[in-house]
């Protein structure tokens, strides 16, 4: 058997014994897949993230969104008044399948502890390939079995440039990129 990390729009990629493998094969879930956890530090949420969970619920029975407080990032904006924005956002798209958690490394044990059949995460450009495959080895080191990981093509922006447009004073461009949920709190 062989572990899978599967990227959509719409490409599957297999890691196979360490090797990575591209392939132009539709997806598919199978049925044992129901329950997904989607791991971020969503700082802050954006469409990019947005369309990441839009495709867990259309796709999966239950969606666990996790909020993550990460040691290697400072965190911009409050993680608490986030997710309150976040869980506005799903509910204005009606998103009826979705829980919000918080959660703190390392990520493997959480994932079993919340009972996910699979984890998905989202990448902008094959330049975001190599740290998403340096942290799916150093999660394969956990003692806990991983599940599958999904990686999404999801070509937005970064929470990163959003931060930079708000520290530039550029509202207006901010806002194209972020719900109007978050773009209220953080303006």
């Given at each position: 058997m062989f572990d899978q990390i599967i990227t959509s729009l719409y490409q599957l990629?297999?890691?196979?014994?360490?090797?990575?493998?591209?392939?132009?094969?539709?997806?598919?879930?199978?049925?044992?897949?129901?329950?997904?956890?989607?791991?971020?530090s969503y700082d802050p949420f954006h469409n990019g993230h947005l369309?990441?969970?839009?495709f867990a619920s259309q796709n999966f029975e239950s969606v666990i969104v996790g909020v993550a407080n990460p040691e290697h990032k400072t965190k911009r904006f409050s993680r608490d008044q986030m997710m309150i924005a976040m869980a506005e956002v799903f509910e204005q798209h009606n998103f009826s399948n979705i829980d919000i958690v918080k959660y703190e490394e390392p990520m493997p044990e959480v994932v079993v502890e919340l009972k996910a059949d699979c984890i998905l995460r989202g990448f902008r450009s094959e330049e975001d390939i190599p740290y998403e495959v340096a942290n799916y080895e150093k999660w394969k080191k956990s003692p806990v079995k991983l599940p599958p990981v999904i990686y999404v093509y999801a070509p937005f922006t970064s929470s990163t440039y959003i931060y930079n447009l708000l520290k530039q004073g550029k509202l207006e461009d901010a806002r194209k990129l972020v719900p109007l949920p978050v773009f209220n709190l953080i303006k």
């Open positions: 990629t297999y890691l196979v014994k360490n090797d990575i493998i591209f392939s132009q094969i539709s997806y598919e879930k199978d049925d044992f897949m129901q329950k997904i956890f989607v791991p971020g369309e990441l969970v839009r």
